[in-house]
């Protein structure tokens, strides 16, 4: 699994604390990201622009949630972001 689809399990198992199970359901309609296995954690991004898939995942939790929405994924990908290069950083999450 790579850092941005790691980002996207933890984004979604966070906001899955929050909303329960409709997180998979909403993570699942977007584009380029495709949920394997939600018990076991597993999610790919199938496009070449990871950056864009994980912009669109948590702009769809603000769309539910607004700012709270977006501070959750924020808080989510902390630790992962960190380690990341400034232009590797989705603007969604900084």
Same mark, same amino acid.
Request: hydrophobic share 40%; aromatic share 6%; glycine share 6%.
């Given at each position: 699994m790579n =850092?941005?689809e790691? =980002?996207a399990?933890k $984004?979604i198992?966070?906001q899955?604390?929050?909303m329960g +199970?409709v997180?998979w *359901?909403?993570a699942?309609?977007v584009e380029?990201l495709?949920?394997?296995?939600k #018990?076991m954690?597993? @999610?790919?991004?199938?496009?070449? !622009?990871? $950056? @864009?898939t994980? !912009? !669109?995942?948590v702009?769809? *939790?603000i769309?539910? *949630?607004g700012?709270?929405?977006r #501070?959750v994924?924020? #808080?989510?990908a902390? &630790?992962l972001?960190?380690d990341?290069? +400034? !232009?590797? @950083? +989705? &603007?969604s999450? #900084?």
């Open positions: =850092i941005y790691k =980002i399990l $984004i198992r966070e899955e604390l929050l +199970p997180a *359901f909403e699942a309609k380029g495709n949920i394997i296995d #018990e954690g597993i @999610v790919s991004i199938e496009n070449s !622009n990871s $950056i @864009v994980i !912009n !669109n995942l702009n769809r *939790f769309k539910l *949630f700012r709270a929405g #501070e994924c924020k #808080e989510a902390g &630790t972001i960190a990341l290069k +400034p !232009n590797q @950083v +989705p &603007t999450l #900084e």
